[in-house]
Each structure stands twice: as structure tokens, then as C-alpha cells.
């Protein structure tokens, strides 16, 4: 992967180059990669800020032939390539909070946000959108992000190249990917639950139709958080925010 890199000064949001690149027929491992967005989008319709030269905003475009249900599985895969390459080219340690945040002492260091083209329910694109806070001073957050958002130069007090980080990350990806497609989900199950800080922990899930309370119990097959609430009942979740007790 990472083949064919495209480098934008300045976009709305590289999701959207990579949606029109994909559907123009790119080919897997396209990656988008911009010095600023100016309308980045996070999960949940949430706005991602993105300052110019601060971060890295990419998007990667994979194409594995999967139903539409396992495209969690390629989030999962991704945040546990992303933690590889930032732990092996900055020596930043994060942890995986579910379903695909990165923190580093509960704050967050990246987000990432999957979007897909489909076929019926065969996935044509997947448009992966990473975001990592690389070279922010704290005063480059918004106020209201401060107490809650972190970068690798606030970890490290250390500027770093960009570049060798998407390097680094484009590596353990196509790594993973290659025995993702060779052995499926599990391997990949389990390294992500080695990075993972929801587990066994006491969550709230606040989803579109309320909060549900209960220990994460673990992932599935298909990369869906299992919660076992006081009742001794299971939820499935699939899209939600946790929060965590600390
Ligand atoms: C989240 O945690 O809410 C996900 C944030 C994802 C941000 C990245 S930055 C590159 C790509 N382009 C976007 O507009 N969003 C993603």
C-alpha cells in the first residue's frame, strides 16, 4: 500500500479526494495526504480540526473484498497499524479506546473515521480517514479540546517529520493487511486487544438511542463491543461513544 500518494496543500477534506479518486477506479493503497483541511470530519458528524502543517490528515483507500459487516474489522486493523508505526517511529506508547481513538493518558492523540462505497452488500471502497495530532502546542487546540486532546510533540517535546511517521505507519499497515487477507480477522483481533483500554473496564456507551452501562466483555468476529450490563445482559454495540471511570 501507499504506492500512489497524493499531496494537497490545502482541502476541504482528503475523505472526499479519496471518495472521488476511488470511485474514478484508484487503486488500493492510494493515499491522500493534506497539509490542512478546512472542513475535516471525525465520527459521529463531529468537525476534525486539522491546522496547517501541525497533524497528519490522510485518507487510504483499501478495496478487500468483504461484505459490508466486517468493514469494522479494517478500522480495528487500521488503529492497531497506526499505534505500531507512531510507538516505532516516535516511541509514543497508545492505547486503542473503542472503537478506533488512540489516547495517551486518556487524551487524544488520533481519530479515525471509515467511510465505504458498496455494492449491494459487497464493499467496492473503503475510504479511511486518519487524523494524528503530530506538532500542536497545547495553545494550537481549540480551548474547549485542551483539557482532552494531546500530540506527539506535547508527549515527546520533540518536533517530528511527518513523513517518516506516514512511513511508519504505511508499513506495519501493509503488514497487517497482508495477513488479514491471508489469515483473517483473528491475528488481528488479538494484537488490537493487546493495545486495548476498554476491556474489562466499566464503560458507559452513549448511543443514538440512550446510554447503555456495563464491562466491555470484548470484540467480536465482526469488531463489535460486547457490554454485559448489571442485569448479566449483552449488548452489541456498534456505534457509540464510551466513556470510561476512571
Ligand atoms: C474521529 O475521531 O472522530 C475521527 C477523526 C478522523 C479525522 C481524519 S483527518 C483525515 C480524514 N479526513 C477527514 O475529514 N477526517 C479524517
Known sequence: TGRNIYFEESVNST????QRLALEG?????????EEQLGGRGRLERKWQSPKY???????ILKPSIPIMKTPQLTLLTAVAVVQGI??????QADIKWPNDLLVNGKKLTGILTEMQADSDRVHSLII???INVNQQLEDFAAELQPSATSIYLETKTSWDRAKI???IMMHLEKLYLLYL???FYPIKILWESYSISLGQKVTAN???GSIVGFAKGITDDGVLLLEDEQGVIHSIYSADILMET
Not at 26 to 34: D, H, K, L, P
Not at 54 to 60: H, Q
Open 15 to 18: 475523505q472526499n479526494i479519496a
Open 26 to 34: 484508484a487503486e488500493e493503497g492510494t493515499i491522500v495526504v493534506a
Open 54 to 60: 501541525k497533524g497528519i490528515w490522510m485518507s487510504l
Open 87 to 92: 510507538q516505532e517511529v516516535t516511541g509514543v
Open 129 to 131: 480517514g486518519i487524523g
Open 166 to 168: 506516514i512511513q511508519g
Open 182 to 184: 491471508e489469515k483473517g
Open 207 to 209: 448511543t443514538l438511542n
